[in-house]
């Protein structure tokens, strides 16, 4: 499992989906995780929308390095995709 941190920003934790960002725990990063990162093209940021939560953490635990998940209210934009226009 590769979970390091989870920030739930959510204002409704009824909701079923969710906006997910990831981004990798540089502070928890070893030598080896940031040649992980390089060698398979782990991107510093990836995001999936209208996943469940519990999707969002699979997704995240099953990253090679440790990652840091941000959660967000479905019907928000935190990285600025607007995938509802």
Known sequence: MSLGNIVDSRTDK???F???VAEPQW???TPADH???ANL???SCDWKY???YDEAVEWV???PVPMTLFVYDHN???IGLNPTE
């Open 61 to 63: 635990s099953q990253q």
């Open 35 to 37: 040649e992980k990162i």
């Open 41 to 43: 093209g782990i991107r």
């Open 14 to 16: 009824t909701i079923e």
């Open 18 to 20: 969710v906006n997910a």
């Open 27 to 29: 502070e928890a990063l």
């Open 50 to 52: 209208d996943t469940t």
């Open 76 to 78: 928000s934009d935190p």
